[in-house]
Nanobody, 118 residues
Framework: QVQLVESGGGLVQAGGALRLSCAASRSIFNIDTMGWYRQAPGKERELVAVSTSGGSTNYADSVKGRFTISRDNTKNTVYLQMNSLRPEDTAVYYC????????????WGQGTQVTVSS
């Protein structure tokens, strides 16, 4: 397993920007997928963005063109740059590490709150 610690959340006005960081307790170089998810009050957790070890990325339609995921393998850290924030982006954002080895890897951070005011 791997321990994940998110940081960078906070309160921002609509149209503003935040950068979330997810620091891992060990190398993420070989971790298949590093991702960001979010959960708003009363809603299910949803995928925001993922980055694979092969270099590909995928985004939820609602954040395409506004959010960018990146991973720095030298720092064992994954980032989520969030621009043009909207009130509907308000949620707790969670970092996730997933791998298909044995035992399977599926680790979550504790989450960081992002609040976007209108």
């Amino acid at each position: 397993q791997v321990q994940l610690v998110e940081s960078g959340g906070g309160l921002v006005q609509a149209g503003g920007a935040l950068r979330l960081s997810c620091a891992a307790s060990r190398s993420i170089f070989n971790i298949d997928t590093m991702g960001w998810y979010r959960q708003a009050p009363g809603k299910e957790r949803e995928l925001v963005a993922v980055s694979t070890s092969g270099g590909s990325t995928n985004y939820a339609d609602s954040v395409k063109g506004r959010f960018t995921i990146s991973r720095d393998n030298t720092k064992n850290t994954v980032y989520l740059q969030m621009n043009s924030l909207r009130p509907e982006d308000t949620a707790v954002y969670y970092c996730n590490a997933r791998g298909s080895g044995w035992p399977p890897l599926n680790s979550w951070g504790q989450g960081t709150q992002v609040t976007v005011s209108s």
